[in-house]
């Protein structure tokens, strides 16, 4: 089974500041890397697919990059309307799919 | 509107069964694979299953292998989740979601086992 290493676990940021998450695949996955973004009480939301393209609608603040085992997710400017829980997901092994541990982000 | 609407949670004993469905609406529900992610409470998001669009190729979790069944019928536009032999750690909130990108999500359904 693909393992994926999401950091950090949490991390606290202020308004405007550039914030990074890194995900890593315990084996090669190409681009097959989503990204999501989960506010407190609702289902998560699609950001990010194929490791570096944003979905419709998206703001174009975040961002990701990577392929092979080591992908990042960045916004580039930290606004108050993004704290929540980020996750990176993999789907390299379809139908089968692995979700990385999550990121929550706080406003310092 | 593209929508999933899960249903068939609710209070089940250990060991007992439940049976899942998700209605999709709004997409031609049979040019996709589906999939069932799972969050207990306070915990990160779980992939449970996934099955093509024509059933032809199903995974499962290794936690639910050989207790969970994911099914779908194309013409009923639904995807179920059958739990058998259901743990207090299968309590959690049952999403259904679209796609390999897993682009539309439902509101889920909340599954706790418990005596």
């Known amino acids: 089974d693909i393992q994926m290493t999401q950091s950090p676990s949490s991390l606290s940021a202020s308004v405007g500041d550039r914030v990074t998450i890194t995900c890593q695949a315990s084996q090669d996955i190409s681009n097959y890397l989503n990204w999501y973004q989960q506010k407190p009480g609702k289902a998560p939301k699609l950001l990010i697919y194929d490791a570096s393209n944003l979905e419709t609608g998206v703001p174009s603040r975040f961002s990701g990059s990577g392929s092979g085992t080591d992908f990042t997710f960045t916004i580039s400017s930290l606004q108050p309307e993004d704290i929540a829980t980020y996750y990176c997901?993999?789907?390299?092994?379809?139908?089968?799919?692995?979700f990385g541990g999550g990121t929550k982000v706080e406003i310092k | 509107e593209v929508q999933l609407v899960e249903s068939g949670g609710g209070l089940v004993q250990p060991g007992r069964s439940l049976r899942l469905s998700c209605a999709a609406s709004?997409?031609?529900?049979?040019?996709?694979?589906m999939h069932w992610v799972r969050q207990a409470p306070g915990k990160g998001l779980e992939w449970v299953s996934g099955?093509?669009?024509?059933?032809?190729?199903?995974g499962y979790a290794d936690s639910v292998k050989g207790r969970f069944t994911i099914s779908r019928d194309n013409a009923k536009n639904s995807l179920y989740l059958q739990m058998n032999s259901l743990r207090a750690e299968d309590t959690a909130l049952y999403y259904c979601a679209k796609n390999y990108y897993m682009d539309v999500w439902g509101k889920g359904t909340t599954v706790t086992v418990s005596s």
């Open positions: 709004g997409f031609t529900f049979d040019d996709y694979a």
């Open positions: 099955i093509s669009w024509n059933s032809g190729s199903i």
């Open positions: 997901q993999q789907y390299d092994n379809l139908p089968c799919s692995t």
